[in-house]
């Protein structure tokens, strides 16, 4: 996020007003990870993660977490997610 975080208000001064900007002008934004979240360190989680936390928006769960959630559950999802994408779109083409 360190980068992100550098390249933010360039981007901001760039397509900003300047009296949105304010007096930050270039500073970089200071950001800090939240304490207790499950933290994605693997390459190619980010989807099945991001598609976990839409569907419990979508359920009705009123204050989704993703503090519960582990990487053998975020395999789980991965298996998952691969079984309905086949079962949806591969297998009626031989139907």
Same mark, same amino acid.
């Given at each position: ?9 360039? %981007? ?9 900007? #304010?007096?930050h ?16 360190? @693997?390459? #190619?989680?980010? #989807?099945?993660?991001?598609i976990?936390? %839409? ?15 582990t ?6 999802? @991965? ?15 031989? %139907?």
């Amino acid at each position: 996020m360190e980068p992100v975080a550098a390249i933010l208000p360039y %981007l901001a001064k760039k397509v900003c007003p300047p009296h949105a900007v #304010g007096e930050h002008q270039l500073a970089p934004f200071h950001v800090e990870r939240v304490v207790g979240l499950y933290e994605n360190r @693997r390459s #190619g989680d980010c #989807g099945p993660l991001a598609i976990k936390f %839409l569907e419990m928006h979508a359920t009705g769960n009123d204050s989704p977490t993703m503090a519960c959630l582990t990487d053998d559950l975020v395999d789980i999802f @991965r298996k998952q997610y691969a079984m309905e994408i086949y079962k949806d779109w591969a297998v009626p083409l031989y %139907l």
